[in-house]
């Protein structure tokens, strides 16, 4: 009989103590929600999205709550890199010793742009992964985002591989004619791991006014709105390429999470969920454990992939 369950996964070569992840946005740079929750208990986080120089962000309003989900538009505010290296990695070696993963989200205007972050980042410490952001608008290609074209992922991933030691994660936008020409690109190109699904692309109108709501009018929506699109295209990509999958959008319970891992994620990350249940990584590890002990299983690695058809 199985007493104590493992939920120790892995992610290529990198374990992980639980396949919990905080998703990049969503969890400032690791120690915002304390003392509401433990960073700690994670097993890894991603920190927000991080870019050559220092960014504003967007005009507000850049947040706005729909009965469908959250609606954000922020514009990658951030410090730059070289403020992160220097100040807000060294915050998170406490989470390192307690063997939470140091993700890094990196989003830039070209590939000029990820390739001297990736190559900043051989100096930091401590850090982990290096999840590249391809859901950001590529400036040279008109503003379209680097995830739509299989090409553009192809030169940026393989040229912030040869940049860096650290595994790379690519991160991809969710809508796309065909994900998984996407995904196999990005494997072709040398990625550690395809990690999604970001934002879907959203407009909140404000029909007394008549005036778009955010600042920026376009934003993008998250929440559980989008987990059945994100399951599938998580689905699809864990067919395709043969490197781990990192799954998320709309998990807010270890149901949510365990029918990622079912459809082929190694691990997950949990975003707008955090917002309303800080210390939510706690509680789908207690329901991830208890799922394993009613079924029997060892190990949550024993579920990856595991989803059937109907009979
Ligand atoms: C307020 C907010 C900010 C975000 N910022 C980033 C970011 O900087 N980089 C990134 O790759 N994804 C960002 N995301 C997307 C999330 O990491 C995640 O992919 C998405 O929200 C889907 O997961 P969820 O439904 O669990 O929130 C952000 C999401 C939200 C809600």
């Known amino acids: 009989m199985v007493t104590h ?9 990198l374990e992980f103590k639980n396949p919990i992840i905080a998703a990049s946005g969503t969890f400032g740079y690791g120690r915002e929600y304390e003392p ?18 220092p960014q504003a962000g967007n005009p507000p309003p850049r947040l706005v709550e729909t009965p469908a989900g959250l609606v954000n538009s922020i ?10 290296i220097k100040e807000k990695l060294p915050q998170l070696e406490d989470l390192a010793s307690a063997g939470t993963r140091i993700i890094l989200n990196l989003s830039a205007d070209d590939d000029n742009g990820f390739v001297s972050m990736a190559e900043k980042c051989n100096q930091a410490s401590p850090l982990d992964v290096l999840e590249l952001n391809l859901s950001c608008p590529n400036i040279k290609a008109g503003g379209m985002h680097f995830g739509t074209d299989p090409k553009v992922v192809s030169k940026i991933t393989s040229a912030v591989k040869k940049a860096t030691a650290l595994p790379i994660w690519v991160k991809l936008a969710p809508l796309v004619t065909d994900i998984t020409v996407i995904a196999r690109s990005a494997e072709d190109a040398g990625a550690d791991a395809i990690s999604l699904v970001n934002t879907l692309p959203a407009l909140v109108v404000d029909v007394e006014r008549q005036r778009t709501v955010l600042g920026n009018t376009f934003g993008g929506l998250s929440g559980p709105a989008i987990l059945p699109f994100a399951l599938r295209q ?8 043969k ?22 994620a190694s691990a997950v990350q949990v975003g707008t969920a955090i917002f309303v249940q800080p210390d939510i990584a706690e509680r789908i590890c207690d329901g991830l454990s208890q ?5 029997g299983y060892e190990e949550i690695t024993d579920i990856v992939g595991r989803l059937a058809q109907k009979d």
Do not use: H, W
Not at 249 to 264: E, P, Q, V
Not at 291 to 295: A, D, G, P, T, V
């Open 243 to 264: 490197i781990p999958v990192v799954g998320m959008g709309g998990i807010s319970c270890s149901d949510d999470a365990c029918a990622f891992l079912l459809a082929g």
């Open 36 to 53: 509401s929750a433990d960073p700690r208990v994670f097993g890894g986080v991603a920190l927000k999205g991080t870019t050559p120089k």
């Open 5 to 13: 369950p493992s939920l120790a996964t892995t992610v290529g070569s």
């Open 75 to 84: 514009g990658l505010e951030n410090p730059g890199i070289a403020v992160v």
């Open 234 to 241: 998580v689905y699809m990509v864990a067919q395709a390429v």
């Open 291 to 295: 799922y394993l002990l009613e079924k």
